[in-house]
C-alpha cells in the first residue's frame, strides 16, 4: 500500500547514483494533480499510462539527467514508442474512482492504468483488465513468478485463474523509524532492534523514556486518521501484530462471501486498547502495562502529517513507508542515527491462533501496471510493460525517486554508494519483505475498508469503546459477506 498520503512535487530531480535524502511520498506518487485530458489527437505509438505527478517528473528528461522513458528504451522499447503520463490526483480512492470511470465507460486511453495493490483485485473480477500471462513473453511472466516478491504479485492474480493480470511496478512496505541515539540516551540499547524488532511492551517504555530525558514534544507519531491507509495497513499491521486479524488469517485474504468475521476477538481489543492507551495513558481502556507516547492529533493524521514532526526532530519514533528511510536517514539529517526496524509485536507467530499472524510485521502498499482491455495499442503497451520488467529501468526508478523494486534482491544487494542511506538498512527491508501483511483485497473491500476504518478510528477517539468498536465491526462485516455470498448464490 502504500498510497494514501500527500507527497511533495516542488523538488528537483536527482541523478542516478546520488539518490538524496528529499524523495517523493512512494505510498502515493504524489501530490495532488489535475486529471489530465489527453489522448485526442493521440499520436501514432504513444502510450497513455495515468500517474501522478511523481512519476511524470522522472519519466522524462530535458537534458543530460536520466529518465524513465529513456531508461525503456534502453531496456528494448521500441524507440518510436513513448510512454504519454495522464497526470491523475494522488489520493488512492480517487484514483480508483477515475479508473472505475473510464473502464466502465470502455474509454481508452489510457491504455495503460497504473493501480493500488489494494483495488486491482476488484478491477481483475470486473474483466476490465488484459491477462498478462497469455500476453506477455513467458521470459517476463517466469520472472514475475519467480523473481518479483510474492505478496505484491498476488495483489496482481486473479484470484480463480491465478493469471497475472497486473505487472508490479514498485511494493512498498511499512517501517518503524525511530532516534537510537534518544533512545540510547535514556538507558535503552535500541541497537540491537535492527536485528530483533522490540516487543510493544518494551518499545513503549523506551520512547517514554527517551520522551522524559530529551527536549521532544512527541514519542510516537503514526497514521491514525479515518481514511484507507489505517484499515490497510498501520492498524492492520498492529492488530497482526497483536496475533489478530479481519477474517481469519492470511488464507482468507483474497475470497470474500464465505469467511470467518473474527475482528471482534480479543487480540482485536487488546490492539486497539494498545493504541488508545499510547494516545491517552488515563482511559477507563488503557492497558497498564504500556507508556502514553502518542499526540491526540494522530487521529487525524496521514503520511505526510505524520512524518513532519519526526523529520523535523520533534519525535523519537514514527511508522511510515520506505521513502521515510531516505528522507530523514541522510548525513543532512539524523544519518546512522536513524534507527530502523519492522514492526514491534505483542505475540509471536507461535502464539498465534491463525496461520501468517504474529510477530513483527509489514504492511504491504505499492502499485500495479494494468492494460486496458479497450486500448488500439495492445501490443505497445505491452511492450511498455515489458521494458517496465527490466532491472535497469525498476533501479532507474528507484535511484531517482525511492520507489521499492518489485525484485528486493536489487535493493539487498546494493551499496550506500548506489542507493543512498537506504542501503544502510537493506536487512530490514528483507524482513519486511518476508513479513508483509497485504490488506484483505476483494470486490467489496473498498466498502469493508471504510467500514473498518470508521470504527477503528472512533476507538482511538475514545468515541466508543474497544470492545463495542470491533462488536459493531463484526456485525456490519458480517452484513457486507452475506450480501457477496447471497450475490454468489443468485
Given at each position: 500500500m502504500g498510497p494514501h498520503s500527500t507527497g511533495r512535487d516542488d523538488r528537483p530531480g536527482v541523478s542516478r547514483r546520488t539518490f538524496v535524502a528529499a524523495t517523493g511520498t512512494s505510498a502515493t506518487l504524489g501530490a495532488t494533480a489535475i486529471a489530465g485530458c489527453v489522448g485526442r489527437g493521440q499520436q501514432p505509438n504513444t502510450v497513455v499510462m495515468t500517474a501522478a505527478?511523481?512519476?511524470?517528473?522522472?519519466?522524462?528528461?530535458?537534458?543530460?539527467?536520466?529518465?524513465?522513458?529513456?531508461?525503456?528504451?534502453?531496456?528494448?522499447?521500441?524507440?518510436?514508442i513513448t510512454v504519454e503520463i495522464q497526470t491523475v490526483v494522488s489520493d488512492s480512492v480517487q484514483r480508483m474512482q477515475q479508473a472505475q470511470s473510464a473502464l466502465q465507460a470502455g474509454r481508452a486511453p489510457p491504455d495503460i492504468h497504473m493501480m493500488d495493490s489494494g483495488w486491482t483485485?476488484?478491477?481483475?473480477?470486473?474483466?476490465?483488465?488484459?491477462?498478462?500471462?497469455?500476453?506477455?513473453?513467458?521470459?517476463v511472466v517466469d520472472r514475475v513468478e519467480n523473481e518479483y516478491l510474492e505478496a505484491v504479485v498476488e495483489t496482481a492474480r486473479h484470484p480463480e485463474t491465478d493469471d497475472i493480470h497486473g505487472l508490479p511496478?514498485?511494493?512498498d512496505l511499512g517501517f518503524m523509524l525511530y532516534r537510537q541515539d534518544l533512545i540510547e540516551d535514556a538507558g535503552h540499547d535500541a541497537g540491537q532492534w535492527a536485528e530483533e524488532?522490540?516487543?510493544?511492551?518494551?518499545?513503549?517504555?523506551?520512547?517514554?523514556?527517551?520522551m522524559a530525558e530529551?527536549?521532544?514534544?512527541?514519542?510516537?507519531?503514526?497514521?491514525?486518521?479515518?481514511?484507507?491507509?489505517?484499515s490497510c495497513c498501520s492498524f492492520n499491521e498492529v492488530l497482526t501484530s497483536w496475533g489478530g486479524a479481519y477474517y481469519g488469517g492470511a488464507d482468507n485474504l483474497f475470497t470474500a462471501g464465505d469467511r470467518p468475521i473474527t475482528i471482534d476477538e480479543e487480540p482485536a481489543v487488546d490492539a486497539i486498547r494498545m493504541m488508545r492507551t499510547f494516545i491517552d495513558g488515563d482511559d477507563p481502556n488503557a492497558l497498564d502495562e504500556y507508556a502514553e507516547i502518542c499526540p491526540s492529533s494522530i487521529v487525524q493524521w496521514t503520511e505526510q502529517e505524520s512524518l513532519g514532526p519526526f523529520a523535523d526532530g520533534n519525535a523519537?519514533?514514527?511508522?511510515?513507508?520506505?521513502?521515510?528511510?531516505?528522507?530523514?536517514?541522510?548525513?543532512?539529517?539524523?544519518?546512522?542515527?536513524?534507527?530502523?526496524?519492522?514492526?514491534?509485536?505483542?505475540?509471536?507467530?507461535?502464539?498465534?491462533?491463525?496461520?501468517?499472524?504474529?510477530g513483527t510485521t509489514s504492511a504491504l502498499g505499492g502499485w500495479?501496471?494494468?492494460?486496458?482491455?479497450?486500448?488500439?495499442?495492445?501490443?505497445?503497451?505491452?511492450?511498455?510493460?515489458?521494458?517496465?520488467?527490466?532491472?535497469?529501468?525498476?533501479?532507474?526508478?528507484?535511484?531517482?525517486?525511492?520507489?521499492?523494486?518489485?525484485?528486493?534482491?536489487?535493493?539487498?544487494?546494493?551499496?550506500?554508494?548506489?542507493?543512498?542511506?537506504?542501503?544502510?538498512?537493506?536487512?530490514?527491508?528483507?524482513?519486511?519483505?518476508?513479513?508483509?501483511?497485504?490488506?484483505?483485497?476483494?470486490?467489496?473491500?473498498?466498502?469493508?475498508?471504510?467500514?473498518?476504518?470508521?470504527?477503528?478510528?472512533?476507538?482511538?477517539?475514545?468515541?466508543?469503546?474497544?470492545?463495542?468498536?470491533?462488536?459493531?465491526?463484526?456485525?456490519?462485516?458480517?452484513?457486507?459477506?452475506?450480501?457477496?455470498?447471497?450475490?454468489?448464490?443468485?
Open positions: 505527478t511523481d512519476v511524470e517528473g522522472i519519466m522524462y528528461s530535458d537534458g543530460d539527467e536520466p529518465s524513465v522513458q529513456q531508461a525503456l528504451w534502453d531496456a528494448g522499447l521500441d524507440e518510436d483485485i476488484p478491477f481483475i473480477l470486473r474483466e476490465q483488465t488484459t491477462n498478462l500471462s497469455e500476453h506477455l513473453s513467458s521470459d511496478l514498485f511494493p524488532p522490540p516487543s510493544w511492551e518494551e518499545f513503549s517504555t523506551a520512547v517514554g523514556d527517551a530529551s527536549d521532544v514534544d512527541y514519542g510516537y507519531t503514526t497514521q491514525a486518521a479515518a481514511y484507507e491507509g489505517l523519537i519514533a514514527h511508522r511510515n513507508w520506505s521513502f521515510a528511510m531516505a528522507e530523514t536517514g541522510s548525513e543532512e539529517a539524523f544519518g546512522e542515527d536513524l534507527g530502523v526496524t519492522t514492526k514491534p509485536y505483542a505475540v509471536s507467530q507461535d502464539e498465534a491462533e491463525y496461520g501468517g499472524v504474529g500495479n501496471l494494468v492494460v486496458s482491455p479497450y486500448t488500439d495499442r495492445r501490443e505497445q503497451a505491452l511492450q511498455v510493460l515489458e521494458a517496465f520488467a527490466s532491472e535497469e529501468v525498476m533501479l532507474t526508478i528507484f535511484e531517482l525517486q525511492g520507489f521499492l523494486p518489485p525484485i528486493i534482491e536489487l535493493v539487498t544487494e546494493a551499496s550506500e554508494e548506489e542507493i543512498g542511506p537506504i542501503a544502510r538498512y537493506t536487512d530490514q527491508v528483507e524482513r519486511a519483505s518476508e513479513n508483509a501483511i497485504p490488506r484483505p483485497v476483494t470486490d467489496v473491500w473498498p466498502e469493508q475498508s471504510a467500514l473498518i476504518y470508521q470504527e477503528v478510528n472512533a476507538a482511538y477517539r475514545g468515541v466508543k469503546s474497544p470492545e463495542a468498536a470491533v462488536s459493531d465491526l463484526a456485525g456490519r462485516l458480517e452484513g457486507s459477506e452475506t450480501e457477496v455470498a447471497q450475490q454468489d448464490v443468485d
